[in-house]
């Protein structure tokens, strides 16, 4: 495996939060990681520090990478196709994908290419993050919260994923503010989810991700 998308079962959810911890993982472990987010919104240029690209750059170890990481970015916190309507710009999908194969063709082990929102939020006015999973053909790790709700949302996405003969490499659930208990709604999912490996973020900004890294890098 040489990529994963990096898919949430919504926005907010921890899939910026996630991969970040993943990516301290394998470099730990000496993995030649990279990270790409095709379009980010909500980005602010004034304090860019928040922002998903660079947060992943940090990660990464390069914060001068931002613009690499994300080459389209725009400041309304709205979905991307009509954040970069705002902005004067219509998004297409072959041109988000474009930019994924060129991010993909460069020199990395593992690349991590993050969505925008959840699986099938709009990323052009045609176009969802499941369109550029399946264009990508990449496999998915999928990351969902622990509200209360976020079983059917899991399932929900796991179901839309399938039908798009979308690999799923595991599902990790972060764990959400104000929250059910982290392993019992885990544990509920399971009764209901016994493919996919399911591992647990609990609520810390310093999570250790070694046993997602081992998982993902079996073979590598
Ligand atoms: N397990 C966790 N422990 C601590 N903080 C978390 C955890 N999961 C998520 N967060 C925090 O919740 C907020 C939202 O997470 P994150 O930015 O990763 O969401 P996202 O799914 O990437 O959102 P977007 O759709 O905008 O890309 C961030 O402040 C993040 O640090
Ligand atoms: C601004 C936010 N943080 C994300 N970047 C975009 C989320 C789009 C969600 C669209 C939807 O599914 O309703
Ligand atoms: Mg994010």
């Known amino acids: 495996m040489t990529a994963l998308f990096v898919a949430g079962t919504g926005t907010d959810i921890g899939k910026t939060h996630v991969a970040c911890a993943l990516i301290r993982a394998l470099k730990a472990r000496g993995v030649a990681v990279d990270a790409f987010k095709p379009v980010v919104s909500g980005f602010d240029?004034?304090?860019p520090a928040a922002s998903d690209p660079a947060r992943l750059a940090e990660a990464l170890g390069d914060p001068a990478a931002l613009p690499r990481i994300s080459p389209r970015r725009y400041r309304a916190p709205l979905a991307p196709n009509l954040a970069a309507r705002l902005e004067g710009d219509?998004?297409?999908?072959e041109d988000l994908a474009a930019d994924c194969r060129a991010a993909l063709a460069g020199d990395?082990?593992?690349m991590l290419v993050e969505g925008a929102g959840g699986v099938m939020s709009p990323l052009t006015d045609e176009a969802t993050n499941l369109d550029l999973i399946a264009a990508l053909d990449l496999p998915v790790l999928l990351i969902a919260g622990s509200y209360l709700g976020t079983i059917s949302h899991v399932l929900t996405a796991l179901v839309a994923l399938?039908?798009?003969n979308v690999a799923i490499a595991a599902i990790v659930m972060s764990e959400s503010l104000d929250a059910p208990d982290l392993f019992q709604t885990a544990d509920a999912l399971r009764a209901f989810e016994r493919e996919t490996p399911i591992f647990l973020a609990p609520r810390d900004e310093h999570w250790?991700?070694?046993?997602?890294?081992?998982h993902l890098t079996k073979g590598l």
């Open 162 to 164: 399938r039908a798009r």
């Open 90 to 93: 219509t998004l297409a999908l």
């Open 45 to 47: 240029p004034e304090a």
């Open 108 to 110: 990395h082990e593992l």
């Open 208 to 214: 250790d991700a070694k046993a997602l890294a081992e």
